[in-house]
């Protein structure tokens, strides 16, 4: 049966877990944020050999489970002398894996400029980096926006993995509650209620700058 007394009583551990959530969500959304950017322009590089070698990292890493990752950081890098805490083993994986899938996102964005962006970018006599940063990149993140939010919403609710690697995180709190008390039940629907509470507006402020980003470049084509 529900208890209410237990559920008051195990809030304020749900809740101190949760922040590691979504510390954990938001540095793995920066991580694959920046490297993401990182494989695109390597992909894109005119020497061909790191163009290619970057193609099948990036899809080695794609195609690849994720706890498998974060099993192979955690438990078989400090064979080779690296070892990390739970937390910075689980923002890498999570923010290596999903830094492939915002490298596509990002590509996405960069081949929907047009053409003739490009060209005037040469025809102005500007350099490298200041056509990307004044001209191609600000015409396309803003497009891709909505979906890089659909990534950080996926990346949120990923985050249970990492207490395969023993991250004392919201799933992870559930469990110690759990096996401690022999009451499962209240702990995982506290943890359920919570990522719906936090997802949930999160998805509707992404359809709400989806909406924004196609009013924007909608009025901008016509």
Not at 33 to 48: E, H, M, P, T
């Amino acid at each position: 049966m529900w208890d209410w007394e237990f559920v008051f009583s195990i809030m304020p551990k749900i809740v101190d877990a949760m922040w590691v959530t979504i510390a954990a969500t938001i540095t793995a959304f920066l991580i694959a944020a920046v490297l993401g950017l990182v494989w695109v322009f390597c992909r894109r590089s005119s020497f061909k050999p790191l163009a290619i070698v970057v193609a099948c990292i990036t899809e080695f890493i794609r195609s690849t489970p994720l706890l498998v990752q974060l099993f192979f950081i955690f438990y078989v890098m400090p064979e080779i002398g690296i070892s990390l805490s739970p937390f910075t083993c689980g923002v890498i994986g999570l923010g290596l894996h999903y830094s492939t899938y915002l490298a596509e996102v990002y590509r996405s964005g960069i081949e929907a400029v047009a053409k003739g962006q490009w060209e005037a970018s040469v025809a102005l006599n500007f350099t490298k980096y200041e056509m990307w940063r004044k001209v191609i990149m600000p015409q396309a993140i803003a497009p891709v926006i909505p979906m890089l939010g659909n990534y950080f919403i996926v990346m949120f609710k990923e985050t249970p993995l990492l207490s395969a690697i023993t991250l004392v995180e919201m799933m992870q709190t559930a469990k110690l509650i759990g096996s401690s008390s022999f009451r499962y039940l209240e702990a995982f629907t506290l943890v359920g209620l919570i990522f719906l509470l936090l997802s949930y507006p999160a998805s509707l402020a992404v359809r709400y700058a989806e909406k924004k980003v196609n009013e924007r470049f909608g009025k901008a084509a016509a």
